[in-house]
Protein backbone atom coordinates (compact mmCIF):
# COMPACT_ATOMS: atom_id res chain seq x y z
CA UNK A 1 0.00 0.00 0.00
CA UNK A 2 0.75 3.52 0.03
CA UNK A 3 3.42 4.83 2.65
CA UNK A 4 2.82 8.53 4.04
CA UNK A 5 5.91 9.38 6.28
CA UNK A 6 5.86 12.23 9.39
CA UNK A 7 9.25 13.79 10.39
CA UNK A 8 9.69 13.93 13.42
CA UNK A 9 8.36 11.04 15.39
CA UNK A 10 8.61 12.93 18.55
CA UNK A 11 9.94 16.26 19.00
CA UNK A 12 10.32 18.10 22.74
CA UNK A 13 10.59 22.19 22.26
CA UNK A 14 10.78 24.76 24.73
CA UNK A 15 7.93 27.12 25.47
CA UNK A 16 7.45 30.12 23.10
CA UNK A 17 9.27 28.50 19.92
CA UNK A 18 7.83 27.00 17.34
CA UNK A 19 8.15 23.42 16.08
CA UNK A 20 7.44 22.29 12.20
CA UNK A 21 6.33 18.31 11.24
CA UNK A 22 6.33 17.37 7.98
CA UNK A 23 4.51 14.79 6.56
CA UNK A 24 5.71 13.19 2.73
CA UNK A 25 3.73 11.03 0.54
CA UNK A 26 6.32 8.52 -0.32
CA UNK A 27 5.02 7.05 -3.74
CA UNK A 28 1.92 8.70 -4.55
CA UNK A 29 1.15 12.58 -5.25
CA UNK A 30 -1.91 13.86 -3.08
CA UNK A 31 -3.28 16.99 -3.86
CA UNK A 32 -4.99 16.97 -0.85
CA UNK A 33 -3.74 15.73 3.00
CA UNK A 34 -5.39 16.15 6.14
CA UNK A 35 -3.76 17.31 10.02
CA UNK A 36 -5.25 15.59 12.94
CA UNK A 37 -4.91 15.70 16.89
CA UNK A 38 -4.86 12.99 19.08
CA UNK A 39 -4.86 12.54 23.27
CA UNK A 40 -4.19 9.70 24.78
CA UNK A 41 -6.31 7.22 24.19
CA UNK A 42 -9.08 9.47 22.49
CA UNK A 43 -10.36 9.89 19.09
CA UNK A 44 -8.58 11.49 16.14
CA UNK A 45 -9.82 15.53 15.89
CA UNK A 46 -9.41 17.04 12.56
CA UNK A 47 -7.31 20.30 12.36
CA UNK A 48 -7.32 21.62 8.54
CA UNK A 49 -7.39 20.27 5.28
CA UNK A 50 -4.19 20.76 3.41
CA UNK A 51 -4.69 21.75 0.03
CA UNK A 52 -1.51 22.05 -2.77
CA UNK A 53 -1.46 25.38 -4.14
CA UNK A 54 -3.54 27.04 -1.75
CA UNK A 55 -4.64 28.10 1.88
CA UNK A 56 -5.40 25.59 4.38
CA UNK A 57 -9.06 25.17 5.09
CA UNK A 58 -9.09 25.01 9.18
CA UNK A 59 -11.99 23.18 11.48
CA UNK A 60 -13.62 25.70 13.25
CA UNK A 61 -11.92 26.00 16.71
CA UNK A 62 -8.68 26.21 15.73
CA UNK A 63 -5.91 28.45 15.32
CA UNK A 64 -5.02 29.68 12.08
CA UNK A 65 -2.14 31.68 12.96
CA UNK A 66 -1.48 29.07 15.82
CA UNK A 67 -1.40 26.26 13.40
CA UNK A 68 0.30 27.36 10.13
CA UNK A 69 -0.27 24.64 7.36
CA UNK A 70 2.08 24.40 3.82
CA UNK A 71 0.97 22.41 1.26
CA UNK A 72 4.27 23.43 -1.42
CA UNK A 73 4.09 20.50 -3.79
CA UNK A 74 2.11 17.05 -4.33
CA UNK A 75 4.40 15.10 -1.46
CA UNK A 76 4.79 17.63 1.34
CA UNK A 77 2.57 19.21 3.80
CA UNK A 78 4.05 21.00 6.78
CA UNK A 79 2.17 21.64 9.98
CA UNK A 80 4.33 24.39 11.95
CA UNK A 81 3.08 24.81 15.59
CA UNK A 82 3.75 28.50 16.38
CA UNK A 83 4.78 29.96 20.07
CA UNK A 84 4.21 26.47 21.30
CA UNK A 85 2.72 26.22 24.78
CA UNK A 86 2.62 23.08 27.07
CA UNK A 87 -1.33 22.61 26.17
CA UNK A 88 -0.40 22.44 22.68
CA UNK A 89 1.26 18.94 23.74
CA UNK A 90 -0.02 15.77 21.69
CA UNK A 91 0.24 13.35 19.10
CA UNK A 92 -0.62 14.68 15.82
CA UNK A 93 -1.09 12.92 12.68
CA UNK A 94 -1.45 13.82 9.16
CA UNK A 95 -3.01 11.29 6.36
CA UNK A 96 -3.01 11.68 2.67
CA UNK A 97 -5.58 10.81 0.07
CA UNK A 98 -4.65 8.17 -2.58
CA UNK A 99 -6.98 6.85 -5.41
CA UNK A 100 -8.93 4.97 -3.24
CA UNK A 101 -8.76 5.24 0.42
CA UNK A 102 -6.68 8.18 2.99
CA UNK A 103 -3.29 6.69 4.42
CA UNK A 104 -2.14 7.78 7.83
CA UNK A 105 1.26 9.02 8.72
CA UNK A 106 2.96 7.25 11.52
CA UNK A 107 2.28 10.24 13.84
CA UNK A 108 4.76 12.92 15.25
CA UNK A 109 4.46 13.65 19.42
CA UNK A 110 4.80 16.56 20.29
CA UNK A 111 5.97 17.90 23.87
CA UNK A 112 6.45 21.44 24.79
CA UNK A 113 8.43 22.18 27.95
CA UNK B 1 -24.02 17.86 12.77
CA UNK B 2 -22.07 15.00 11.39
CA UNK B 3 -20.80 12.75 14.39
CA UNK B 4 -19.72 9.41 15.00
CA UNK B 5 -20.60 7.62 18.68
CA UNK B 6 -18.79 4.68 19.82
CA UNK B 7 -20.48 4.21 22.86
CA UNK B 8 -17.83 1.56 24.09
CA UNK B 9 -14.00 3.10 25.32
CA UNK B 10 -13.10 -0.79 26.71
CA UNK B 11 -14.52 -4.02 25.01
CA UNK B 12 -12.64 -7.26 26.68
CA UNK B 13 -13.28 -10.86 25.54
CA UNK B 14 -12.32 -14.03 25.39
CA UNK B 15 -10.46 -15.75 22.52
CA UNK B 16 -12.96 -17.47 20.25
CA UNK B 17 -15.87 -15.26 21.56
CA UNK B 18 -17.80 -12.99 19.34
CA UNK B 19 -16.64 -9.69 19.36
CA UNK B 20 -19.33 -6.52 18.27
CA UNK B 21 -17.74 -3.10 18.53
CA UNK B 22 -20.79 -0.63 18.19
CA UNK B 23 -20.35 2.84 16.00
CA UNK B 24 -23.79 5.35 15.84
CA UNK B 25 -23.59 8.17 13.14
CA UNK B 26 -25.42 11.40 12.68
CA UNK B 27 -24.97 12.76 8.86
CA UNK B 28 -27.91 14.85 7.04
CA UNK B 29 -26.88 12.81 3.52
CA UNK B 30 -25.18 9.69 2.27
CA UNK B 31 -21.92 9.02 4.29
CA UNK B 32 -19.15 6.97 3.28
CA UNK B 33 -18.67 4.62 6.30
CA UNK B 34 -14.81 3.17 7.55
CA UNK B 35 -13.36 1.10 10.14
CA UNK B 36 -9.82 1.57 10.97
CA UNK B 37 -7.47 0.01 13.58
CA UNK B 38 -4.55 1.01 15.50
CA UNK B 39 -2.52 -1.91 16.52
CA UNK B 40 0.48 -0.95 19.39
CA UNK B 41 2.81 1.39 18.32
CA UNK B 42 1.66 1.63 14.99
CA UNK B 43 0.06 3.25 12.55
CA UNK B 44 -3.71 4.15 11.81
CA UNK B 45 -4.98 1.51 8.71
CA UNK B 46 -7.99 0.81 6.99
CA UNK B 47 -10.11 -2.30 8.09
CA UNK B 48 -12.85 -1.82 5.74
CA UNK B 49 -15.34 0.35 4.60
CA UNK B 50 -18.59 -0.06 3.80
CA UNK B 51 -18.90 -0.02 -0.28
CA UNK B 52 -16.88 -2.52 -0.55
CA UNK B 53 -18.95 -4.86 1.42
CA UNK B 54 -15.47 -6.95 1.72
CA UNK B 55 -14.88 -9.38 4.96
CA UNK B 56 -11.07 -8.63 6.31
CA UNK B 57 -9.50 -10.60 8.74
CA UNK B 58 -12.77 -12.00 9.64
CA UNK B 59 -14.18 -8.65 10.24
CA UNK B 60 -17.90 -7.61 8.92
CA UNK B 61 -19.86 -4.10 9.15
CA UNK B 62 -23.40 -3.68 7.54
CA UNK B 63 -24.58 -0.32 6.86
CA UNK B 64 -27.98 -0.01 8.71
CA UNK B 65 -29.59 3.45 7.69
CA UNK B 66 -32.42 2.92 9.79
CA UNK B 67 -30.61 3.20 12.20
CA UNK B 68 -28.20 5.10 11.36
CA UNK B 69 -25.02 2.49 12.31
CA UNK B 70 -22.22 0.60 11.28
CA UNK B 71 -21.36 -1.84 13.64
CA UNK B 72 -18.20 -3.98 13.26
CA UNK B 73 -18.48 -7.96 14.32
CA UNK B 74 -16.34 -10.70 13.99
CA UNK B 75 -17.81 -14.12 15.16
CA UNK B 76 -14.66 -15.25 17.06
CA UNK B 77 -12.23 -13.00 18.30
CA UNK B 78 -8.49 -13.88 18.23
CA UNK B 79 -5.37 -12.75 20.79
CA UNK B 80 -3.91 -10.49 17.52
CA UNK B 81 -7.28 -8.90 17.16
CA UNK B 82 -6.58 -6.72 20.20
CA UNK B 83 -6.10 -2.87 18.79
CA UNK B 84 -7.94 0.57 18.99
CA UNK B 85 -11.07 0.30 16.80
CA UNK B 86 -12.02 3.75 15.36
CA UNK B 87 -15.32 4.24 13.15
CA UNK B 88 -15.15 7.15 11.07
CA UNK B 89 -17.16 9.10 8.55
CA UNK B 90 -16.87 10.98 5.03
CA UNK B 91 -19.33 12.68 3.65
CA UNK B 92 -19.90 13.30 -0.27
CA UNK B 93 -17.88 16.19 -1.43
CA UNK B 94 -15.94 16.79 1.48
CA UNK B 95 -12.62 15.53 -0.15
CA UNK B 96 -11.83 12.88 2.25
CA UNK B 97 -11.92 14.71 5.21
CA UNK B 98 -12.46 11.89 8.28
CA UNK B 99 -14.60 12.30 10.94
CA UNK B 100 -13.55 9.64 13.49
CA UNK B 101 -15.68 8.03 16.97
CA UNK B 102 -13.99 8.18 19.84
CA UNK B 103 -12.39 4.85 19.26
CA UNK B 104 -12.45 1.60 21.12
CA UNK B 105 -10.26 -0.78 22.76
CA UNK B 106 -10.54 -4.02 22.22
CA UNK B 107 -9.04 -6.59 24.40
CA UNK B 108 -8.88 -10.04 23.81
CA UNK B 109 -8.03 -12.12 26.59
CA UNK B 110 -6.11 -16.00 25.75
Known amino acids: GAVVSQHPSWVICKSGTSVKIECRSLDFQATTMFWYRQFPKQSLMLMATSN ?17 INHAS ?8 TSAHPEDS ?3 ICS ?3 DTEAFFGQGTRLTVV | ?21 KCNYS ?3 SPELFWYVQYSRQRLQLLLRHISRESIKGFTADLNKGETSFHLKKPFAQEEDSA ?8 YNQGGK ?10 VKP
Do not use: H, N, W
Request: one cysteine or more.
Open chain 1, 52 to 68: EGSKATYEQGVEKDKFL
Open chain 2, 98 to 107: LIFGQGTELS
Open chain 2, 84 to 91: MYYCALSG
Open chain 2, 27 to 29: YSG
Open chain 1, 74 to 81: LTLSTLTV
Open chain 1, 96 to 98: ARG
Open chain 2, 1 to 21: AQRVTQPEKLLSVFKGAPVEL
Open chain 1, 90 to 92: SFY
